[in-house]
């Protein structure tokens, strides 16, 4: 079966960086996304990766490794307006998306 | 604003009783979504369309119909809603199948 796998909470300080892992076992792929979810709110994109390396994109930088099945996605300075849920996605060989369940985010002063 | 729209926001609806979710786009984009998010569950698909006029059984479309009429609307109908149909339901869309998608501000159903 198709599977993402991401950890369910992680806690950062203020200012610090954080790393939230994603790793998938999918049928084919077909490009892998990070998405941001505050409480109550839709998801929003964050970051999209489909070539192994690092996309950089302000504070936040996702990195694909396609031969690990892994991601991860790297958030620097962190705000407290970061703590949200952090959703990973890996389109298979038929474009449908794959959904994790989630990473909780929670940033402390 | 462009956009999705859904409504409602929220519902509480009675067990057996049928049910429709609206949505609408206005970003012309040729590919809708429906799927549920519940606590601890990744979003899960219930029923897509690649484009108008054709439909497609996601991961979970028992009890569940849709229709693509047209371009904008994507409209989502539980027939007789069970407690179990309780979550945020999100509508989606993108632009194509290799597109990523954006979603709609979701509406909370609750099935008592």
């Known amino acids: 079966g198709q599977n993402i796998d991401q950890p369910t909470e992680m806690t950062a300080t203020e200012g610090a960086i954080v790393q939230i892992n994603c790793t998938y076992q999918t049928s084919g792929f077909n490009g892998l996304f990070w998405y941001q979810q505050h409480a109550g709110e839709a998801p929003t994109f964050l970051s999209y990766?489909?070539l192994d390396g690092l996309e950089e994109k302000g504070r936040f930088s996702s990195f694909l490794s396609r031969s690990k099945g892994y991601s991860y996605l790297l958030l620097k300075e962190l705000q407290m307006k970061d703590s949200a849920s952090y959703l990973c996605a890996v389109r298979d060989s038929n474009y449908q998306l794959i959904w994790g369940a989630g990473t909780k985010l929670i940033i402390k002063p | 604003i462009a956009g999705i729209t859904q409504a409602p926001t929220s519902q509480i609806l009675a067990a057996g009783r049928r049910m429709t979710l609206r949505c609408t786009q206005d970003?012309?984009?040729?590919?809708m979504y429906w799927y549920r998010q519940d606590l601890g569950l990744g979003l899960r698909l219930i029923h897509y369309?690649?484009?108008?006029?054709?439909?497609g059984k996601g991961e979970v479309p028992d009890g569940y119909s849709v229709s693509r009429a047209n371009t904008d609307d994507f409209p989502l109908t539980l027939a007789s809603a069970v407690p179990s149909q309780t979550s945020v339901y999100f509508c989606?869309?993108?632009?194509?199948?290799?597109?990523?998608?954006?979603f709609g501000s979701g509406t909370r159903l609750t099935v008592v």
């Open positions: 989606a869309s993108s632009d194509s199948t290799q597109g990523r998608i954006a």
């Open positions: 990766n489909v």
């Open positions: 369309s690649n484009t108008a006029g054709t439909t």
């Open positions: 970003m012309r984009h040729n590919a």
